[in-house]
């Protein structure tokens, strides 16, 4: 049941304009910052910059593609989750969702794994993108897998809040607003309130934990973080639909 509803979600996101032109609109600047950065690498190459700034052509360019795909993800998510609960509360269709063969578990985790499905085709996009560099250089797959993973972890996280947002509110744009200031509020966090290496702080920072994917690094401690946010926030959402099944 629950691929079915993946299925389901993913099918009505290719249905919607907005899902197209988000898709269009980030592989389009993605692609420029692709080009851009060949460009960029070939001056490089020519001398242009000094020898002391130089790095492979994998890091030099992915850097610049996996940052920016990171930061457009958190504009895309909430206008993608925004929808996915508060639509049907708002539409009345939640009550018979809720009384169909399926536990409150499966619901939230089908909806949750449509909508990373579908971003996960943008990022399986960029990763395409950059192994193309192989046809003309020696590139470091370990830094591409890397920086995957990294990305899809932190896409993910951001649906899982995105998910919990959207079951809190009737109205789909003040699901997207919440969910936005929510993730810009993680950046912040970031910014000006981690603290020095070890501290707690640290630990609970989201792009603390991003960081190392983004330099080439794979830690299990990073990759149980991200786990364990979702599955928290994940679960919140089934708390919060439960309470509303129980209120009838």
Same mark, same amino acid.
């Given at each position: 049941?629950?691929?079915?509803?993946?299925?389901?979600?993913?099918?009505?996101?290719?249905?919607?304009?907005? *899902?197209?032109?988000?898709?269009?609109? !980030?592989?389009? &600047? +993605?692609?420029?910052?692709?080009?851009?950065?060949?460009?960029? /690498? @070939?001056?490089?190459?020519?001398?242009?910059?000094?020898?002391?700034?130089?790095?492979?052509?994998?890091?030099?360019?992915?850097?610049?593609?996996?940052?920016?795909?990171?930061?457009?993800?958190?504009?895309?998510?909430?206008?993608?989750?925004?929808?996915?609960?508060?639509?049907?509360?708002?539409?009345?269709?939640?009550?018979?969702?809720?009384?169909?063969?399926?536990?409150?578990?499966?619901?939230?985790?089908?909806?949750?794994?449509?909508?990373?499905?579908?971003?996960?085709?943008?990022?399986?996009?960029?990763?395409?993108?950059?192994?193309?560099?192989?046809?003309?250089?020696?590139?470091?797959? *370990?830094?591409?897998?890397?920086?995957? !993973?990294?990305? &899809? +972890?932190?896409?993910?996280?951001?649906?899982?809040?995105?998910? /919990? @947002?959207?079951?809190?509110?009737?109205?789909?744009?003040?699901?997207?607003?919440?969910?936005?200031?929510?993730?810009?509020?993680?950046?912040?966090?970031?910014?000006?309130?981690?603290?020095?290496?070890?501290?707690?702080?640290?630990?609970?920072?989201?792009?603390?934990?991003?960081?190392?994917?983004?330099?080439?690094?794979?830690?299990?401690?990073?990759?149980?973080?991200?786990?364990?946010?979702?599955?928290?926030?994940?679960?919140?959402?089934?708390?919060?639909?439960?309470?509303?099944?129980?209120?009838?």
């Amino acid at each position: 049941m629950i691929w079915h509803l993946a299925r389901k979600e993913i099918k009505s996101l290719f249905a919607s304009p907005m *899902g197209w032109v988000i898709l269009a609109l !980030l592989q389009f &600047w +993605l692609g420029l910052k692709f080009y851009s950065g060949i460009n960029n /690498y @070939f001056q490089v190459m020519s001398g242009i910059i000094r020898p002391a700034e130089r790095m492979g052509v994998t890091s030099f360019i992915g850097q610049s593609v996996f940052g920016d795909a990171s930061f457009f993800m958190l504009v895309a998510v909430p206008l993608l989750s925004m929808r996915l609960i508060s639509e049907e509360r708002k539409s009345n269709t939640l009550p018979f969702l809720m009384t169909a063969p399926m536990s409150l578990t499966q619901i939230v985790i089908g909806k949750f794994l449509g909508l990373v499905a579908f971003l996960s085709i943008l990022i399986g996009f960029v990763l395409i993108m950059l192994l193309t560099l192989g046809l003309w250089a020696d590139i470091d797959y *370990g830094y591409l897998v890397s920086n995957t !993973l990294g990305l &899809w +972890l932190l896409v993910a996280s951001f649906c899982s809040l995105g998910l /919990y @947002f959207s079951s809190l509110t009737a109205q789909p744009v003040v699901a997207a607003i919440i969910t936005f200031i929510a993730l810009f509020g993680l950046m912040i966090f970031d910014r000006f309130f981690t603290g020095n290496e070890g501290s707690i702080m640290n630990y609970l920072s989201m792009m603390q934990h991003f960081q190392p994917f983004a330099r080439g690094l794979i830690d299990t401690a990073d990759i149980a973080y991200f786990l364990l946010f979702i599955i928290a926030f994940l679960t919140l959402t089934i708390r919060r639909l439960d309470a509303d099944r129980l209120r009838g």
